[in-house]
């Protein structure tokens, strides 16, 4: 890899320079220029077969941190460069102490852990401990509250539904009895 980093470093320049971001902090956006998959492609060719997460983010000071987690986002949801970046890598980072590294997370399409109560009380944390980041890190708290609320709505649904009827007839009580007495 060391004779391929200078190329990689060179070519992973060009990919950020066919990123463009518009808007003002909070409400910003980045556009993809036609051309940055065959980049990206012609990227991947000159990475290893593992670390590239972390490469990337070494590779990428510097660069605005939205542009980076574009970079990992186009790169994670990409069947092109599928495994190519270590999605839990990312989401570890939510649990460090670099800010660049949250920052980065915040603006991956990733939440924190699989547990959305586990990622209310992260970003929770996170909101605490760098309220600079609050235009980031408060949007991520509103949709993990949002996914917390349909997962309870569908809990709910889900045991409404399915519940034992209330009347309960005589044959499901001789069966009942029949299984608690073996």
Known sequence: M??????????????????????QP?????????????????????????????????????????KVAELYNVLIWSADARGTIDAEEIQQWFYGKQRRRIEIAAQVDLFPSNSMDECERVVGELMKRFPDLDYL????????????KEEKAWSDY?????????EMTPDIMKIIRGIKSR
């Open 158 to 166: 889900r045991r409404e539904t399915f519940e034992m009827p209330k």
């Open 26 to 66: 909070g409400y910003q956006e980045v556009t993809l220029a036609e051309s940055i998959f065959t980049a990206l492609s012609d990227l991947l060719e000159l990475l290893p077969d593992e670390g590239v997460t972390e490469l990337l983010y070494r590779l990428s000071e510097g660069v605005p941190a939205i």
């Open 2 to 23: 060391s004779k391929n980093l200078p190329a990689a470093r060179q070519q992973l320049a060009l990919v950020y320079e066919l990123m463009t971001i518009s808007g």
């Open 137 to 148: 890190l408060y949007p991520l708290w509103k949709e993990i509250k949002a996914q917390i």
